[in-house]
Nanobody, 127 residues
Framework: QVQLVESGGELVQVGASLRLSCAAS???????LAWWRQAPGKEREWLAV????????DYTDSVKGRFTISRDNTKNTAFLQMDSLRPEDTGVYSC?????????????????????WGRGTQIIVSA
């Protein structure tokens, strides 16, 4: 399985931008990658997913138009560009990998679909 390490989280002000990185220990081709978030006192929620070729991207409604998921397979890294950050964006952001070589559909909001997870990186958005 792929090992993942997130980075880039920090304390920022409302309206700021951040880019998170998810570095993989090996080639991430043939893996869909997703970003999840767990806010304080909240359940973990799915935010965004990208297929292994980068041709398909999906987002949960709360981040559409503000967050952009991307990947660079040559560097074995996924990214989450976050703009117009709000206090409710505060939380621990984790990336997950789903092995899917033929790009069949799967339930992106099912945590059990992801075989690898990073430990997470914390973002605090100060009002």
């Amino acid at each position: 399985q792929v090992q993942l390490v997130e980075s880039g989280g920090e304390l920022v002000q409302v309206g700021a931008s951040l880019r998170l990185s998810c570095a993989a220990s090996e080639r991430i081709s043939e893996h869909a990658l997703a970003w999840w978030r767990q806010a304080p006192g909240k359940e973990r929620e799915w935010l965004a997913v990208i297929n292994w070729r980068g041709s398909i991207r999906d987002y949960t409604d709360s981040v559409k138009g503000r967050f952009t998921i991307s990947r660079d397979n040559t560097k074995n890294t996924a990214f989450l560009q976050m703009d117009s950050l709000r206090p409710e964006d505060t939380g621990v952001y984790s990336c997950g990998a789903h092995r899917n070589p033929v790009e069949e559909g799967f339930d992106v909001a099912d945590a059990q679909a992801y075989e690898s997870w990073g430990r997470g990186t914390q973002i605090i958005v100060s009002a």
